[in-house]
């Protein structure tokens, strides 16, 4: 039996919900003018929790499609995640304030794990730490740079401290449907307590059924955005995998 979840993503840039291919915010499709609807289209499918990127706010370091990211909250009843450009108390407050049930703070993980300390203390279990990668090193500020930083030695500086997730993404794999990192990914589950959700590159049902496996039973779950958006994912097959029933 899995109780893994599986986190549709809907990724804001200008009001809009698009992908990103490798994080090239000039490669975005638009697959969604109006991202209330397609939160409550994945309410309806099934799906028990949301997981949203402000794109514009990741690479400005500040919230930039937040009356996106409020309708959005208004139009589901599901629980959800929000990353991007999320940098003091201040502003994680006021999210989790407009009902939000977990931040996700990326760069300033890497910039200030103080304050994501500071924020597990004042905001038990509704902080999750976003760790992106490329070629295994930690990349920041929207993944426009790459820091010196490995992934598990960043993983490992939030032991104890209360965070509620990783959110870990493989850039070189994000929005290229090759399958996720699972290698890498398993590797940082089994090396922290922290619960890890896998995100970048998932692309078929292989990689939900992949997630069932034993070797995988550390993780939280997987977030996945194009292979939805493509229809390479039926939402109701892959959910099926994860309850533990036969699609």
């Not at 794990?113 to 992106?132: H, M, R, S």
């Not at 589950?189 to 550390?218: H, Q, Y």
Request: proline share 3%; aromatic share 6%; hydrophobic share 45%.
């Amino acid at each position: 039996m899995s109780n893994k979840i599986l986190f549709p993503a809907i990724d804001l840039k200008n009001g809009q919900c698009v992908r990103l291919k490798l994080g090239e915010m000039d490669s975005a499709t638009v697959y969604n003018e109006d991202p209330a609807a397609q939160a409550k289209a994945f309410e309806d499918q099934g799906f028990e929790w949301l997981h949203v990127v402000d794109l514009n706010g990741a690479f400005e370091g500040e919230s930039v499609n937040g009356a996106a990211v409020e309708a959005i909250l208004g139009a589901t009843k599901n629980p959800v995640q929000l990353g991007g450009g999320i940098r003091t108390l201040d502003h994680i407050e006021s999210w989790l304030s407009k009902g939000l049930a977990r931040v996700i703070l990326g760069t300033v993980a890497v910039r200030d794990p103080d304050l994501v300390k500071e924020a597990c203390k004042q905001f038990p279990g509704k902080i999750a730490v976003g760790i992106d990668a490329k070629g295994g090193k930690v990349a920041v500020e929207g993944w426009a740079e790459a820091s010196e930083l490995g992934v598990i030695e960043l993983a490992e500086r939030f032991e104890g401290a209360g965070v509620a997730a990783i959110i870990y993404t493989d850039i070189d794999r994000d929005g290229v449907l090759t399958g996720i990192n699972w290698d890498s990914t398993i590797d940082l589950a089994n090396a922290v307590s922290i619960p890890v959700i896998a995100s970048g590159g998932l692309a078929s049902l292989a990689d939900i059924v992949r997630m069932t496996m034993p070797d995988a039973e550390r993780l939280e779950g997987a977030i996945s955005g194009r292979a939805l958006y493509d229809g390479r994912l039926d939402p109701a097959e892959a959910l099926a995998v994860l309850s533990g029933h036969d699609a």
